[in-house]
C-alpha cells in the first residue's frame, strides 16, 4: 500500500509569492538534493547533518547554472511529519522558478506527490493516526475560529484517544467472551456479566453523546443556519439590513416585497451565521408569493435557528403570536427560537409580558437603535459558544458521525442479547461488529478505498 519512492510537490499556493516551499519524503530525498546543492559553507555535506537544521546554498542545474539561492531544511527519519527521511526547501516565490525545481528533481528520478500523500504516509509509518489525519485537513480548510479549535483538539487526539480507550475496554470483554467459547465444555466463566452490562450501558451513553454532538459540530464547520421569519411587513428585511451591514434586502411598506430567500454571511465570536431573510407566512393567491412561502418553509426546516419577528405595535396579534411560536416549537422542538418585538420604540414592554413569559428568548429590537440587534446578535453567539464549552467532545466528521451509529447499533443489539440470555457466540459477534467500526474511526481497522477516498480530498503537498 506504501509505495517506497521518494515523492515531491509544492507545499504553497502556485503563483508568485516572497517565499515557496518544496517537500521531498522518500529515502532518497536527503541524497538527491544533496547532488544538486551548493552550501555556501565549502565542503558542507547534507549527508553529515543532523535532523531538524537548516543550510544556506544554492540549486544547480546539470549544465552548472545557479537555479536559486536556497534554504534547506532537514528532517530524519523518524522524527519528521512523514516518519520519513524529508527536505523541505525554501526557494523565491517565482512560479519560474518553482517548476525548474520541480522539473530538476523529476529528472533525479523523485516523483511528484498525489493528494495528501504526505498525510497518508505520517498515517502508514504510524506518527498520526486517521482520525488526526482527517483533522489535519479540517485545519486547513477552516474558516472560522471556533472551526479551528474543533480541528486542533482533533490533531492533539483527544477524540482518537477516546475512541481508541473505549476500544481497548471493549476488546477486553470480546477475548474473554471468545475465551469461555473455547473452554465451553468446561463451563468455565471469565467474564462478569455485571460488569459486562454496566461497560455496554455506559459505552451506550457515551457513543448517544458522541453522536449527538455531530449536529453543533457539523453547523460549526459548514456555518449556522439562521431563518428570519414573521408575516409579511413586520420588519425582517430591515433586520436583516441592521444585521449583515447592507441594503441587500429591499424594504418598503408593501406586504410582499420579500418573494425568495436572500442570504447573507457574519462572524459571531469566531463562528460563522448564514441569515436568510424569507417571504412573509400568509394566506395568499398570488402564484409568485405562495412560491416565496414554500421556500421559506423549506428554510425553517433547514435551519439551525428561527428568529420569529413581529410587529409590536399590533397589540391585539398577541394570543396569534403566542400560537404560531408554540407551533413552531412543537414541529422542531430541536431548533432554537427566538422571539423578536420589533418597532419596540411604538410600544411598551409591558405589553408584551405574556409572551416574554412563556418563551426562552425574547428581544425587543428597533430600527433606530442599532444596540438591540447586537443584543440579539450576542445572545445568538453566546448560545453555541457556551454548547461548546459545555461539550469535552465534539465530533465533525460525517464519517465518524456514521461508524459511531454503527457501533451504537451494534452495542444495543450486544446488550439486548446479554439481556434475553443468548449464547456467548451471539454476543460476541454484536461486539466485534462494534470493535470494526469504531476501529475504522481511528484507521485500526479499515480498507484500501477508504484511505483514497479521505486522502483525496487533502491538498498536493499535505
Not at 103 to 123: D, H, M, N, S, V
Amino acid at each position: 500500500m506504501l509505495d517506497d519512492d521518494t515523492i515531491v510537490a509544492l507545499a504553497t499556493p502556485i503563483g508568485s509569492s516572497a517565499i515557496s516551499v518544496i517537500r521531498l519524503s522518500g529515502s532518497n530525498s536527503i541524497s538527491t538534493v544533496e547532488n544538486i546543492f551548493l552550501s555556501i559553507k565549502p565542503g558542507k555535506k547534507l549527508k553529515n547533518q543532523s535532523t531538524h537544521t537548516i543550510h544556506l546554498g544554492y540549486l544547480i542545474e546539470e549544465d552548472k547554472n545557479l537555479l536559486d539561492q536556497v534554504l534547506i531544511s532537514i528532517f530524519r527519519s523518524p522524527f519528521s511529519y512523514t516518519g520519513e527521511n524529508m527536505i523541505e526547501i525554501s526557494c523565491h516565490g517565482s512560479y519560474y522558478i518553482q517548476q525548474r525545481i520541480l522539473q530538476l528533481l523529476i529528472r533525479k528520478g523523485i516523483r511528484l506527490a498525489r493528494p495528501g500523500e504526505f498525510t497518508f504516509r505520517a498515517f502508514l509509518n504510524k506518527k498520526m493516526n486517521l482520525s488526526q489525519a482527517e483533522a489535519i485537513s479540517d485545519l486547513i480548510l477552516s474558516e472560522n475560529k471556533a472551526y479551528h479549535d474543533l480541528s486542533l483538539q482533533d490533531i492533539k487526539g483527544k477524540f482518537s484517544n477516546l475512541i481508541k480507550d473505549l476500544r481497548k475496554k471493549l476488546l477486553n470483554f470480546a477475548s474473554l467472551l471468545e475465551l469461555e467459547l473455547d473452554f465451553s465444555e468446561e463451563n468455565v466463566i471469565f467474564v462478569s456479566r455485571s460488569e459486562l452490562f454496566l461497560f455496554l450501558q455506559k459505552l451506550e451513553e457515551i457513543l448517544k453523546d458522541l453522536i449527538e454532538s455531530f449536529s453543533l459540530g457539523n453547523a460549526i464547520k459548514k456555518g449556522i443556519d439562521v431563518v428570519i421569519i414573521g408575516e409579511p411587513n413586520v420588519g425582517k428585511s430591515t433586520f436583516f439590513n441592521q444585521v449583515i451591514q447592507e441594503d441587500r434586502s429591499i424594504t418598503s411598506h408593501v406586504e410582499g416585497t420579500t418573494r425568495d430567500c436572500i442570504e447573507g454571511e457574519i462572524i459571531l465570536n469566531g463562528i460563522i451565521f448564514h441569515f436568510f431573510d424569507t417571504a412573509g407566512i400568509r394566506n395568499t393567491i398570488d402564484p409568485i408569493e405562495i412560491m416565496g412561502v414554500e421556500k421559506t418553509m423549506k428554510k425553517i426546516e433547514e435551519a439551525q435557528v428561527i428568529l420569529y419577528i413581529f410587529d409590536s405595535s399590533e397589540r391585539r396579534k398577541q394570543e396569534k403570536i403566542i400560537s404560531e411560536i408554540q407551533d413552531i416549537q412543537k414541529k422542531y422542538p430541536l431548533k432554537d427560537i427566538f422571539a423578536i418585538a420589533n418597532k419596540s420604540d411604538l410600544s411598551h414592554f409591558c405589553d408584551f409580558y405574556d409572551i416574554r413569559s412563556k418563551f426562552s428568548y425574547f428581544f425587543e429590537i428597533s430600527s433606530i437603535n442599532r444596540q438591540k440587534v447586537k443584543k440579539v446578535l450576542d445572545s445568538l453567539s453566546h448560545l453555541f459558544i457556551e454548547r461548546l464549552k459545555e461539550r469535552k467532545i465534539v465530533v465533525t466528521q460525517s464519517r465518524h458521525y456514521e461508524a459511531l451509529k454503527l457501533s451504537l447499533r451494534e452495542i444495543l443489539l450486544a446488550y439486548e442479547a446479554l439481556k434475553r440470555g443468548s449464547s456467548e457466540d451471539l454476543v460476541s459477534i454484536y461486539i466485534k461488529e462494534a470493535l470494526r467500526y469504531l476501529g475504522e474511526i481511528t484507521g485500526e481497522v479499515t480498507s484500501e478505498d477508504i484511505l483514497k477516498n479521505i486522502f483525496s480530498k487533502f491538498c498536493i503537498g499535505k
